[in-house]
């Protein structure tokens, strides 16, 4: 297997494993000091994963403080 194919399946398994246990994920990542492609593609998976989290929570409050303005703009609530 050459290292880019190590790469990538470390990256698939740390981005499944961050998504599915990423309390798993942490330890191994912090306990890790390997320099090997499998382990960088491991900290590279769950870093993706997270990122997209954080991306994907940003969109939500983005669409949540349009709908807080929209709702502004339409009639009050006391009228009939």
């Known amino acids: 297997m050459d290292t ?3 790469f990538t399946k470390g990256f698939n398994f740390g981005y499944i494993l961050a998504k599915f246990n990423p309390e798993l994920t942490k ?3 912090q306990h890790s000091n390997s320099t090997s492609n499998f382990a960088k593609g491991l ?3 769950k870093k993706e994963f997270e990122k ?3 991306t994907s929570r940003a969109s939500e409050i983005d669409k ?5 303005r929209d709702i502004g703009k339409g009639r009050s609530l006391f009228e009939k």
């Open 4 to 6: 880019d194919e190590l």
């Open 64 to 68: 949540a403080r349009a709908n807080k």
């Open 52 to 54: 997209e989290i954080v």
């Open 27 to 29: 330890k191994i990542t």
């Open 43 to 45: 900290v590279w998976g």
